[in-house]
């Protein structure tokens, strides 16, 4: 049982250039989240999906898209990237509010840095 | 809306001695709490979190948490602390009705000899 797991590591790009972070869960999670942390702002929340198919923004969604199309994976995708959106990215997961927990699991992270 | 201060930022203390880091919510009904912790380059763990009754909640490596209603407070604790406690501690709270949570900024902890 791996738990939540993030692709890559750690990645450069250039601005302008696009990639995909690929987060994925064994646990038969409903619930995935994207979130970014930067030094002294925390956790913010960019975009999160409550099943299979279906997306919503979060706090800072702007320059980034998702896509849920398996239960088990949730893609973050920068279209175009910025130095702005330098920063360490963190999946989680969680199973839905019904089974009164809300507690979220999270991956190691993706260290991305934008030059 | 839902929020979380973390109203210290960095805090020392030495090997052995006990710590309180502190934690206030903005929250409507009566909320859910969780403290998270992250080692240096590592992911979020949850140390503990507090849904219903009894105010006082054990986690896991030695902590505890107390939930004050009257000081919208979720302070979390640990008698002696050991070196390895060295990290960063996350208070958090659901979005009302909603799902994600909402952290406060952190609150990095340093041990010293």
């Known amino acids: 049982n791996a738990g939540v797991t993030q692709t890559p590591k750690f990645r450069v790009l250039k601005t302008g250039q696009s990639m995909t972070l690929l987060c994925a869960q064994d646990?038969?999670?409903?619930?995935m989240y994207w979130y970014r942390q930067d030094p002294g702002m925390g956790l913010r929340l960019i975009h999160y999906?409550?099943?299979?198919?279906?997306?919503a923004k979060g706090e800072v969604p702007d320059g980034y898209n998702v896509s849920r199309l398996k239960k088990q994976n949730f893609l973050l995708g920068l279209e175009s990237a910025a130095p702005s959106q330098t920063s360490v990215y963190f999946c989680?997961?969680?199973?839905?509010?019904?089974?009164?927990?809300?507690?979220?699991?999270f991956g190691p992270g993706t260290r991305l840095t934008v030059t | 809306a839902q929020s979380v201060t973390q109203p210290d930022i960095h805090i020392t203390v030495s090997e052995g001695a006990s710590l309180e880091l502190r934690c206030n919510y903005s929250?409507?009904?009566?909320?859910?709490l969780f403290w998270y912790v992250q080692s240096p380059g590592q992911g979020l763990q949850l140390l503990l979190k507090?849904?219903?009754?009894?105010?006082l909640v054990q986690g896991i490596k030695g902590f505890e948490a107390e939930f004050k209603r009257s000081q919208s407070s979720f302070n979390l604790r640990k008698p002696s602390v050991h070196w390895s406690d060295a990290a960063e501690y996350f208070c958090?709270?659901?979005?009302?009705?909603?799902?994600?949570?909402?952290f406060g900024k952190g609150t990095r902890l340093s041990v010293i000899a």
């Open positions: 507090y849904f219903s009754g009894d105010t």
């Open positions: 929250y409507g009904a009566t909320p859910y």
């Open positions: 646990m038969n999670h409903e619930y």
């Open positions: 999906s409550v099943g299979e198919g279906t997306t």
């Open positions: 989680a997961s969680s199973p839905p509010p019904g089974r009164i927990t809300y507690e979220q699991y």
């Open positions: 958090a709270v659901p979005l009302e009705g909603n799902t994600p949570l909402v």
